[in-house]
């Protein structure tokens, strides 16, 4: 019989291994943010700098938009609050599986958080009722040196691509979103209705906000919304 | 290679912004006993912040609401869905997806 206790090393390998199905998609969008953010004039090395620190591709768009536009950085700062403030969501929801773990150590989990790591996450949260802090450490850090990497390339070919749209590659987010999305149905099967209705529900929130609200407060409102709705159908389900 | 000094002052600030919103709820969260109402609200997170993220990529064009404005996108994100239902796999659905995407482009323009 083979005993196979994990240790640190096995889950952190573990933990990259589950990295690797959103290393493709988080290539492309880093890749394309680097072109992007290149073209705004930033340097390598400032690219660098914005992805290894702020670490959001949505806000590092957004930055180098407005970098380009001349907006102070006083609007950039508060923008960017306002487009990262839906990881409080992410963070919140990842909460109960830390419970046992150290406040340091919650704190690095926290700081890596994205929406790909966090939809992975959470798969394996719901699959093996638990995740474990040195199988995220794994998924973190795969994600957050790709995604440097992947900008830092974006930046020094950029100029070479004339058009990625072409390729498709801005494509790539959009269709791991999708991917997480059908993952999240599929593993709590006995749900899977609740599921689709509350899903459907939440893309009519989102069209109806975004006209009566546009901007920034969409996504982030639109969820809360929508988990109002699948905590309430949850309710009178029973 | 330069790293301008107002760069850097964003880089921090931003970073700084982003940092709290994704530390705060692991750390104290995590210590407190949530409400079950709270769990069962949570537990829906990841489905709309999704829905609503991928609602997002395929409704908004120019920050602007438009149904059928990404129509490449509608199409392309239906054998996204199939490959993610029938292969179960990440990266499959991601380069369909791509590929959809390509083809589209290339031969509708």
């Known amino acids: 019989m083979n005993h196979q206790h994990p240790t640190i090393q096995s889950d952190v390998i573990t933990g990259f291994k589950a990295c690797l199905p959103t290393v493709l998609g988080y290539l492309g969008i880093g890749f394309a943010a680097g072109v992007i953010q290149k073209a705004a004039g930033l340097s390598i090395a400032e690219i660098g700098l914005l992805s290894a620190l702020v670490y959001a591709g ?56 994205t929406d790909e790591t966090f939809g992975v996450a959470i798969a394996e949260g ?17 994600a957050y040196l790709n995604w440097i ?28 979103f999708a991917g997480l999305l059908i993952f999240q149905f599929l593993t709590e ?21 975004s006209i009566v609200l546009p901007g920034i407060w969409g996504v982030m409102l639109t969820a809360m919304i929508g988990s109002f709705f699948g905590l309430f159908l949850e309710k009178i389900w029973k | 290679m330069e790293i301008r000094f107002s760069i850097i002052c964003i880089a921090l600030a931003c970073g700084l912004v982003t940092l709290i919103p994704r530390t705060l709820p692991l750390m104290v969260f995590s210590k407190i006993k949530l409400p079950d109402w709270l769990l069962i609200w ?68």
Do not use: E
Not at chain 1, 168 to 176: Q, S, T, V
Not at chain 2, 43 to 72: C, E, Q, R
């Open chain 1, 58 to 113: 949505s806000a590092q768009f957004i930055i180098a938009a407005m970098i380009l536009a001349g907006n102070p950085i006083s609007s950039i700062v508060l923008t960017v609050f306002f487009i990262n403030l839906r990881h409080l969501l992410l963070s919140a929801a990842l909460a109960p599986y830390f419970k046992k773990i150290s406040l340091i150590k919650n704190f690095f989990t926290g700081s890596l958080v």
């Open chain 1, 126 to 142: 719901i699959q093996k009722k638990t995740i474990s802090y040195d199988w995220m450490f794994g998924l973190n850090i795969t």
């Open chain 1, 149 to 176: 990497l992947a900008n830092i390339i974006g930046g020094i070919l950029g100029d070479m691509i004339t058009d990625f749209r072409k390729y498709g590659i801005d494509f790539a987010l959009p269709a791991m």
């Open chain 1, 189 to 209: 099967k006995s749900k899977i209705i609740l599921y689709i209705i509350v899903a459907c529900f939440t893309i009519l929130i989102f069209i109806f906000l």
């Open chain 2, 42 to 109: 949570l537990s829906f997170i990841p489905i709309t912040v999704m829905t609503a993220l991928l609602s997002n990529d395929l409704f908004i064009t120019h920050s602007k609401l438009t149904l059928w404005g990404n129509i490449y996108g509608l199409i392309a994100i239906i054998p996204t869905i199939l490959v993610a239902v029938i292969f179960r796999s990440l990266l499959a659905s991601v380069l369909i997806g791509i590929i959809c995407m390509a083809l589209l482009r290339y031969f509708l323009g």
